[in-house]
């Protein structure tokens, strides 16, 4: 089945900093990339997500990119402030089956 | 629109204890699935179901059973309840392959 490896687990950077993390995955018939910020006591939430045809996508301050030739695909968080410190984890599906995630990674924006 | 709700929110059990947590979403979505989310872990597939009637394993499935009777609501069992079952468990539901959307969790705990 798929493996999915995030890295790092925790990550501190100073406000207005960029952050990125990064995921690779294992299975190549993956296709559908997303990733997910968690809050203290809360579900998940979608934050941007990414499909096998695309190798890049952008969203305000957010961005993933996609090596398929390399297995990853990275986040990217410009300016940070203090509301993006939280749990971000990333995923990959087939897109018939349910996600496979990764550990997640602690990220915290310093003010 | 309430999204998807879970019931309870927590839920303390004595080992050997069964026990059934409710999952409901109100946005007419075919799958939904049940993940448990333990420190450092990520999110685990426990089961899931691809529409009303229909149910399948994920990667954690021992000890656990789930129905799907009605299309808005998908439950998960626990027979038999033991210290390793205590996470938090998280519903969630979609439309096919697009964004799953996730309740608040269960916090249990099996002493």
């Known amino acids: 089945g798929e493996n999915v490896e995030q890295h790092p687990s925790t990550l501190s950077v100073q406000e207005g900093d960029s952050a990125v993390i990064k995921c690779t995955y294992s299975?190549?018939?993956?296709?559908?990339f997303p990733w997910y910020k968690q809050e203290l006591g809360k579900g998940p939430q979608l934050i941007i997500d990414?499909?096998?045809?695309?190798g890049e996508k952008k969203d305000q301050r957010i961005a993933v990119t996609l090596n398929k030739t390399a297995k990853h695909f990275s986040l990217h968080i410009t300016e940070t402030q203090p509301e993006d410190s939280a749990v971000y984890f990333c995923?990959?599906?087939?897109?018939?089956?349910?996600?496979?995630f990764g550990s997640g990674t602690r990220l915290q924006v310093q003010p | 629109n309430a999204g998807v709700t879970q019931t309870p929110k927590f839920r303390v059990l004595k080992t050997g204890q069964s026990m059934t947590l409710l999952c409901a979403q109100d946005?007419?979505?075919?799958?939904m699935y049940w993940y448990r989310q333990d420190p450092g872990m990520g999110l685990r597939l426990i089961h899931y179901?691809?529409?009303?009637?229909?149910?399948a394993k994920g990667e954690v499935p021992d000890g656990y059973n789930v129905s799907r009777l009605k299309k808005q609501n998908f439950l998960l069992g626990l027979e038999s309840a033991a210290p390793s079952q205590t996470s938090v468990y998280f519903c969630?539901?979609?439309?096919?392959?697009?964004?799953?959307?996730f309740g608040p969790g269960t916090r249990l705990t099996v002493l």
């Open positions: 179901s691809v529409g009303e009637g229909t149910t």
């Open positions: 995923a990959a599906s087939t897109g018939r089956r349910a996600l496979t």
């Open positions: 969630a539901s979609s439309r096919t392959d697009s964004e799953q959307f």
């Open positions: 990414i499909r096998s045809n695309v």
């Open positions: 299975d190549s018939a993956s296709n559908y």
């Open positions: 946005m007419n979505h075919e799958y």
